[in-house]
């Protein structure tokens, strides 16, 4: 029969003999993969003392709500209209409006460019049949016209500006070619150029000239 102290002898050396077992079970280190482990180890420590975490190698810039890549168009800018040109005639001389002056008014009074605010230019002209002070007279006085009757209809006389070319830009000629009054070109002469939404006006052309006395 085995005594109390052969018994505990026993059992130390199979304890000491399994621990050997698992010792000898245990792969043998890679140094390889160690010093791998290592440095990821070391390179989080240094992110955690700076405060910042490195970017994914793929990360990508967050995309707009617009464009091609969104399938949402870009919003498009708004674009003034294009100058409204009419053209009143006074066939019949003098400076009074007929009734196809005022159809063409009319008209010019409902587009989106007179509705708007854009500037209104009357570039007012004549014939050649008179003095050169009388026909920049006629040429003013109808454009003086057509700036009270927009302006009787609501239009701002500040967006209006008149001026007078008398008789400097015939769009027909004067004069047949021997001479005598061309009496349909003379009446195409006589009128008032409307633009809305120029973008310049040209200067008061010509100077009236100084009364003989």
């Keep these: ?3 109390t102290d052969t018994h505990k002898t026993a059992m130390i050396a ?11 079970c245990k792969p043998a280190a890679d140094p390889a993969k160690d010093a791998v482990a ?5 390179g989080i420590a240094d992110a ?10 793929d990360a990508q810039p967050t995309a707009s709500i ?7 168009p870009e919003p498009e ?21 007929d009734a196809d002056a005022v159809a063409e008014l009319e008209k010019a009074l ?13 570039r007012a002209h004549s014939d050649a049949g008179g003095a050169d002070a009388a026909n920049l007279d006629a040429s003013e006085e109808r454009g003086l016209a057509v700036a009270a009757w927009l302006i009787k209809r609501g239009i701002s006389e500040h967006r209006i500006e008149v001026i007078a070319f008398g008789e400097q830009n015939p769009v027909q000629p004067n004069a047949l070619p021997d001479g005598s009054p061309n009496e349909i070109g003379r009446a195409a ?4 150029e409307m633009v809305i939404g120029a973008a310049k006006v040209e200067a008061k052309l010509p100077e009236k000239e100084p009364e003989a006395k």
Excluded at 17 to 24: K, N, S, T, V
Excluded at 189 to 192: A, D, F, K, L, P
């Design 48 to 57: 955690g003392t700076d405060g910042d975490i490195p970017a994914a190698p």
């Design 189 to 192: 002469n006589r009128r008032v």
């Design 110 to 122: 409902g587009s989106e460019q007179l509705r708007g605010t854009n500037r209104i230019a009357l």
């Design 1 to 3: 029969m085995m005594t």
């Design 14 to 24: 199979a304890s000491g003999a399994a621990l050997l077992m698992l010792a000898g």
């Design 66 to 72: 617009f464009g091609p890549e969104a399938g949402v």
């Design 77 to 97: 800018a708004e674009t003034a209209p294009e100058p409204l040109k009419v053209t009143i005639g006074f066939p019949d001389s003098g400076a009074v409006l």
């Design 38 to 42: 290592e440095s990821a180890v070391d």
